[in-house]
């Protein structure tokens, strides 16, 4: 299936691994040119760019979620240099690591601590869509992806701020989706998935959670880029507003 990828613009939030790194390649070999952003990863970033063809065909730009004046410059860099984005990935995330065995309570947890978890990974997503979205508009054709996750819907232990952050983005794509002019706005909402963070998990943890999933699995991070890219492509032509879960029936 031809998916009409072949020369469009992509931009992906927080792709130096992961999710977003699996996105960048498959988007790569459908032909698309990919922009990544990273937060202070930018060796990796430039391994990445190498990976997806050198400058000619990737490029990568440091940009944090809280700082709306590195998301901006970010996105304008993209236009600048292809003349526009096509595609917006909203995957980079902000999290808040504690010890498992040391959570606290939601009304312990000091509000310095959770502000700045909220700002990142909602307005931060707003933002960047925000100032792509204008250019979509004008051509008339356009795709959203945000990446949320299933603790949005069934929650864990000390998830309040992540669930509520992520909760948000399925209310955002809720309204983004009426914005028409061609533009398709979903949210791809893994659950566990085989990343870079689960290698120091104890194996035997990780394979009892796949035991668990209908498809007796975890996801892959190719798995889930697989979606996104056909959710960001020509093959979609009116998915919309939909959550789209990638954790094997969970």
């Given at each position: 299936?031809?998916?009409?990828?072949?020369?469009?613009?992509?931009?992906?939030?927080?792709?130096?691994?992961?999710?977003?790194?699996?996105?960048?390649?498959?988007?790569?070999?459908?032909?698309?040119?990919?922009?990544?952003?990273?937060?202070?990863?930018?060796?990796?970033?430039?391994?990445?760019?190498?990976?997806?063809?050198?400058?000619?065909?990737?490029?990568?730009?440091?940009?944090?979620?809280?700082?709306?004046?590195?998301?901006?410059?970010?996105?304008?860099?993209?236009?600048?240099?292809?003349?526009?984005?096509?595609?917006?990935?909203?995957?980079?995330?902000?999290?808040?690591?504690?010890?498992?065995?040391?959570?606290?309570?939601?009304?312990?947890?000091?509000?310095?601590?959770?502000?700045?978890?909220?700002r990142?990974?909602?307005?931060?997503?707003?933002?960047v869509?925000?100032?792509?979205?204008?250019?979509?508009?004008?051509?008339?054709?356009g795709?959203?992806?945000?990446?949320?996750?299933?603790?949005?819907?069934?929650?864990?232990?000390?998830?309040?701020?992540?669930?509520?952050?992520?909760?948000?983005?399925?209310?955002?794509?809720?309204?983004?989706?009426?914005?028409?002019?061609?533009?398709?706005?979903?949210?791809?909402s893994?659950?566990?998935?085989?990343?870079?963070?689960?290698?120091?998990?104890?194996?035997?943890?990780?394979?009892?959670?796949?035991s668990?999933?209908?498809?007796?699995?975890?996801?892959?991070?190719?798995?889930?880029?697989?979606?996104?890219?056909?959710?960001?492509?020509?093959?979609?032509?009116?998915?919309?507003?939909?959550?789209?879960?990638?954790?094997?029936?969970?």
């Open positions: 299936m031809d998916l009409g990828l072949r020369d469009k613009r992509v931009l992906i939030t927080g792709a130096t691994r992961g999710i977003g790194r699996a996105t960048a390649r498959v988007f790569a070999e459908e032909g698309a040119r990919v922009a990544i952003t990273y937060h202070s990863a930018a060796d990796e970033a430039e391994e990445v760019v190498k990976e997806l063809g050198g400058p000619d065909r990737a490029r990568a730009a440091q940009c944090a979620l809280g700082d709306p004046a590195s998301i901006e410059a970010a996105v304008r860099g993209v236009e600048e240099a292809w003349g526009g984005v096509d595609i917006v990935v909203a995957n980079a995330q902000s999290f808040l690591w504690v010890d498992p065995d040391q959570l606290p309570r939601f009304e312990e947890l000091p509000t310095e601590d959770w502000f700045p978890l909220l990142d990974n909602v307005e931060g997503h707003m933002l869509v925000r100032h792509a979205l204008r250019g979509m508009r004008e051509r008339r054709w795709r959203v992806v945000l990446l949320s996750s299933v603790t949005a819907e069934h929650g864990s232990p000390g998830s309040e701020i992540y669930g509520a952050a992520k909760a948000a983005l399925h209310g955002f794509a809720r309204g983004l989706m009426w914005t028409r002019d061609g533009i398709l706005v979903n949210v791809v893994p659950g566990g998935t085989l990343t870079e963070s689960l290698q120091n998990v104890d194996p035997a943890i990780v394979a009892h959670s796949g668990e999933t209908p498809s007796g699995r975890l996801s892959t991070p190719e798995d889930v880029a697989r979606v996104i890219v056909f959710l960001c492509s020509e093959a979609n032509g009116n998915v919309n507003g939909e959550v789209v879960h990638t954790a094997g029936g969970r």
